[in-house]
């Protein structure tokens, strides 16, 4: 069945560092693809998505880009801030409207 | 209302209490899901709802679970004969079409003890 694996943390940086966190998934069809991020206290919202392959989606200085090649949807952004402390889940959804998601990666970003 | 809304927020519960949830999502959202998170974990799916009609209740884990949604707005997820590995945090999450982006409520806190 469709899955999503990503990249297990913590992950701890320092501001300014770079950032990413990998996602790759399973699926039969092309699904759309997704990154969720939950903030501490928060419910989950979304981030950005891609809907086909070679897609780019970008939110907040984030980006993630459908590579149907690799199967992978990794998460960058270039210079992160403490703020983007958080924990971010990838996620896909089927044709028939289901969504799966990963088990999350927590991200840590020190002054 | 301008977002997803559940209650409680919070529950605890002793060990085979019935417990339901409550889920209100943004009005006109077509499909409502709900998810179970377990801590440190992702959101595993529990069933699905368009509309008023139940389409899939696959990830419900036992017969203990029971999901409605009467006239397709609110929804309520049943617990009954709770137990301790029920504990988890229960989201809910509502969608204007089939494949749309799901928004999501912040979720119940359930406490089994």
């Known amino acids: 069945g469709d899955s999503v694996t990503q990249m297990e943390g913590p992950v701890t940086l320092s501001e300014e560092a770079f950032l990413t966190i990998n996602c790759t998934y399973t699926?039969?069809?092309?699904?759309?693809l997704f990154w969720y991020v939950q903030y501490p206290g928060e419910g989950l919202q979304l981030l950005l998505k891609?809907?086909?392959?070679?897609d780019k989606g970008s939110n907040k200085g984030f980006e993630a880009t459908y590579r149907k090649e690799t199967t992978s949807f990794h998460l960058e952004k270039g210079s992160v801030q403490v703020s983007d402390s958080a924990v971010y889940f990838c996620?896909?959804?089927?044709?028939?409207?289901?969504?799966?998601f990963g088990t999350g990666t927590s991200l840590t970003v020190i002054p | 209302g301008a977002g997803v809304s559940q209650s409680p927020r919070y529950k605890v519960a002793k060990r085979g209490q019935d417990v339901a949830l409550r889920c209100d999502p943004i009005s006109g959202h077509v499909s409502l899901f709900w998810y179970q998170q377990a801590l440190g974990q992702g959101p595993e799916f529990l069933t699905y709802f368009q509309n008023e009609a139940q389409l899939d209740k696959s990830g419900l884990p036992s017969d203990r679970f029971f999901a409605e949604r009467p006239e397709g707005s609110v929804s309520t997820l049943k617990i009954q004969r709770t137990q301790q590995e029920d504990s988890a945090v229960y989201l809910c999450?509502?969608?204007?079409?089939?494949?749309?982006?799901?928004?999501f409520g912040e979720g119940s806190r359930l406490t089994v003890l």
């Open positions: 699926a039969t069809g092309y699904p759309s």
């Open positions: 999450a509502s969608s204007l079409q089939i494949t749309g982006e799901l928004f």
């Open positions: 996620a896909l959804s089927d044709r028939a409207g289901q969504f799966y």
């Open positions: 891609a809907t086909k392959a070679d």
